[in-house]
């Protein structure tokens, strides 16, 4: 198993495994699934995907393992409710095209093929206002300690990675497998963002404010931890990728998102903001 891993899930430590590579970029955002740049009483449910990409030359390099927290800033417990969104498809692997709330098992939060540790300890498939290991509760809304890791039957889950289901990647020479980028792109965000985590925030006090949904380290370090690899191989008896190499994510390769949250017309008119309830937004489908 990754040096990496081992850290996460024996000590509660996400050790550093490597410095950047030269023109390799680690790229986190955040984005509202259904375009809604507001919420209000006719439609107060928000859904997002937490999304990543990896940049290298040829995007020959995909995202293995990652570690994060979301904070909504300055907002209070009170004021709604977080809880995961559903991201996996159970049939299949593929991702579940829909919007809809937690499902059964691990069809919700992380990724499936990044789903390794968050099936091990289901805490690191993020703590809800909550405190364990390296993350402490803020005074805000937040989830913590989420960490993605792509290895043993979630990377083989993963679409055309081990289609005949023997256990083995369909392309492996001997202990060694390199992934197409077919597969690379969207689900080991070579070259493409794609989500890595989805959850939703039920807004339940409608005073007008402005939420602010922001990442972090699921540690002490400020900023979202991504390690990437190049290929496969059987690691202790198990499929994992290798090598990791931890790429610096740095503020500039990073997107958080502000979401209005606007009164009723006639709340809004008494506090002399009518000019906010008519904010543009687009209604989610489905």
Known sequence: MRASVMCVAAVGVVCVSGAAQGQVRAEFRIVERTGQSAADSSDNVLNFAVQARITSPGNTLGLGEYA???????????????SRDRITALNDGTYYSGIAGPGAGFASGVAQQFGYTAAIN???NGLINQSAGVWT???????????GSAYGSSLLQAPGVDTDGDGTPDTA???NAVIPQSIMGPYFAAGQFIDIYRFRYTVTDLSARTLNFQLRSSDTTPLPQAWTFVSANLQQG????SPTTQVAVSAADFQGISIAVTPAPGAAGLLGLACVA?????????
């Open 137 to 147: 509760q803020t005074s805000s809304q937040d989830i913590g300690l989420v960490v």
């Open 122 to 124: 289901s805490q690191f």
């Open 173 to 175: 020479i001997g202990a």
């Open 68 to 82: 994060f927290a979301m904070v909504i800033n300055g907002e209070g417990e009170s004021r709604g409710v977080l």
């Open 238 to 241: 198990l499929w994992g990728v």
């Open 278 to 286: 008519g904010m543009g937004r687009r209604r989610r489908v489905g």
